[in-house]
């Protein structure tokens, strides 16, 4: 049962890629026309199409907002997209496209230029922005109106050209200047996409903003837009449609514009009962009254003196703290500054023939970083929040290869223990898969403090070294324990002279619920590493779905009472699982 509700819970995440080859639109339903918004040149002669669209492959359904804006219209509202892949003002024209513009007479026309005019295009395209660019949008607010068909102008979507301090190069200023001059002097409604998209852009950074881009083997298209990023962008566009044109708001979906508008990262207060959740520009924490849970870095924190700046690490726990405050996870070990609270990373990976290793940082072949906060939650007793990091090739050239969605939760945390769950889905972001090799290691770890090394390894800057207990169900001895299968690990050692403990246990709809786990001899570290026993494959029809949960104490906790509450588990995942049959 439990596999039947991570599969649905897959199944509502949003699309993960939209390809910008124009033959996509015909494979994949997501990116074809509402039954509503498909309307045969018959049909368009007898019923008024509302909206057209005019531009060039920033403007298509398939690979521009073009798709994203039909998405943000009312049902009953028509809009043909006219707009083709490589053209220009010019090409557009003499290619006939701008005809059916006009013969298909709707309503409103937005209409955007400027990609395929610059120079370097070819005569049969360019034009100067100073010159014949103007005078085509010039002619065709003229026969538009002509046809008594309202032209609104928009600027061009920028490309993400980034610049190192995050902010955009602006290589289409002079196109976009030139649509706002012909704007004013003929007093059409404009549309500044170029400085809206600006402003998107840069306050998302890149990182973020590759969500929204076509993921190529090559790596990041910068210039088209996938599904969620014709949303995205469409959203810009209607937001200041409205504004300019307040007659045309209820031919959109207000809640869905709504919704687009105020979804990600902006800062958040909730609670619900004792539990509050704090979203910051750097963290998401999780707390109980005034007491810490858990911390998500979205951002790194600042790196030790000491420590190279290629440790650097976002998307991971830490601090992760004990119902007394003592903090249970690590940031920057010197012993293995790799390795950061709660995390998750693969070590010996392929992809496309490329050997990719995630997990060591100082290899410089890949990483895992934080992308995108998805939403911010409350009720119902429970409090939380989704996620997507990225696993990133860094070389020969930089392409995102996963797309992993944390969804944390903590919903029953009391005075003797607190209690959160990490649910996991990685995908392929491309069409090629990433090849998990058979390793002693990889996969979902924890790192615990530094005092618990159990070595005589010492620093001037560090403190006593007190060691630390790790055990599996079978075992307290970490050497047997190693690459043996169990339900759960936990680790417990000393902080100011006081036990305290942490533990994780598994679940997995593709397996038992025990797994093979990494317990390290010395080091106060252990994951749940499934390539421990084989190799896999992770693609974007088989991603890989985990789930754990974590009991965090100030004690040593028995074999008996963690079984107890892995057994409490189970039954909360069946009534889940009977809640979704029903």
Not at 33 to 60: I, K
Not at 272 to 277: Q, V
Not at 407 to 412: D, G, K
Not at 437 to 446: H, I, K, L, T
Request: net charge negative; aromatic share 8%.
């Amino acid at each position: 049962m439990y596999r039947s509700i991570v599969l649905l819970l897959f199944i509502a995440l949003p699309t993960f890629a939209f390809t910008a080859n124009e033959s996509a639109a015909q494979t994949d339903p997501q990116l074809q026309e509402s039954p509503q918004n498909q309307t045969s040149q018959d049909s368009v002669n007898q019923n008024r199409p509302v909206f057209a669209l005019a531009g060039d492959s920033t403007v298509t359904d398939h690979a521009g907002w073009g798709w994203g804006f039909k998405a943000i219209l009312r049902d009953e509202t028509t809009c043909i997209n006219f707009a083709k892949g490589g053209r220009s003002s010019r090409s557009f024209r003499t290619e006939g496209f701008w005809n059916q513009c006009l013969d298909a007479k709707p309503e409103y026309l937005l209409i955007q230029f400027g990609h395929n005019d610059q120079p370097g295009k070819g005569p049969e395209r360019e034009s100067k922005p100073d010159g014949d660019f103007q005078t085509h949008l010039v002619r065709f607010i003229q026969e538009a109106r002509s046809q008594q068909i309202k032209p609104i102008l928009v600027t061009s979507l920028t490309r993400r050209r980034w610049n190192s301090d995050g902010t955009i190069q602006e290589s289409l200023r002079e196109y976009a200047d030139a649509t706002i001059a012909v704007a004013k002097d003929h007093d059409v409604p404009l549309i500044d996409l170029h400085g809206e998209s600006i402003k998107q852009c840069e306050k998302m950074g890149p990182v973020a903003f590759r969500a929204f881009e076509p993921m190529t083997d090559q790596g990041a298209d910068h210039t088209h837009l996938n599904s969620e990023g014709s949303l995205a962008v469409a959203s810009l566009v209607v937001a200041k449609l409205i504004e300019i044109m307040p007659e045309l708001t209820p031919l959109f979906n207000q809640e869905k514009l709504d919704q687009l508008r105020t979804q990600g990262e902006t800062p958040t207060t909730l609670s619900t009962g004792h539990l509050t959740i704090d979203q910051t520009r750097d963290t998401i924490s999780i707390r109980t009254d005034k007491r810490t849970i858990l911390n998500y870095n979205k951002r790194s924190p600042s790196v030790p003196e000491g420590i190279d700046p290629i440790y650097q690490r976002s998307g991971f726990l830490h601090p992760v703290k004990s119902p007394s405050g003592k903090i249970v996870t690590a940031a920057f070990p010197f012993d293995h500054p790799h390795q950061q609270g709660i995390f998750s990373a693969w070590v010996s990976t392929s992809w496309n023939e490329q050997e990719v290793d995630f997990w060591n940082l100082a290899k410089g072949t890949g990483r895992v970083l934080h992308q995108r906060v998805i939403d911010v939650f409350s009720g119902n007793n429970q409090i939380g929040f989704e996620v997507d990091l990225i696993h990133q090739m860094l070389q020969p050239h930089t392409v995102d290869i996963l797309r992993e969605r944390w969804r944390v939760t903590a919903n029953h945390s009391v005075d003797d223990v607190f209690v959160f769950d990490l649910q996991s889905t990685q995908a392929a972001i491309t069409d090629s898969p990433l090849a998990i090799q058979q390793n002693r290691y990889g996969g979902f770890a924890v790192r615990g403090p530094v005092s618990w090394l159990n070595t005589s390894e010492s620093t001037p800057n560090e403190p006593k070294f007190s060691g630390c207990t790790i055990a599996t169900e079978q075992t307290d001895d970490r050497t047997l324990g190693n690459h043996q299968r169990t339900r759960w690990v936990s680790m417990n050692g000393l902080i100011e002279g006081s036990p305290v403990s942490i533990t994780m246990m598994h679940a997995n709809h593709e397996q038992d619920s025990s797994n093979a786990v990494r317990l390290h001899p010395i080091k106060p570290y252990f994951c749940f590493s499934r390539c421990v026993e084989e190799s896999f494959l992770i693609t974007k029809a088989t991603p890989l779905v985990s789930h754990f949960r974590f009991l965090v104490t100030d004690s040593a906790p028995n074999q008996e009472w963690i079984l107890q509450q892995w057994e409490q588990w189970q039954r909360e995942i069946g009534a889940l699982s009977k809640q979704g049959e029903d």
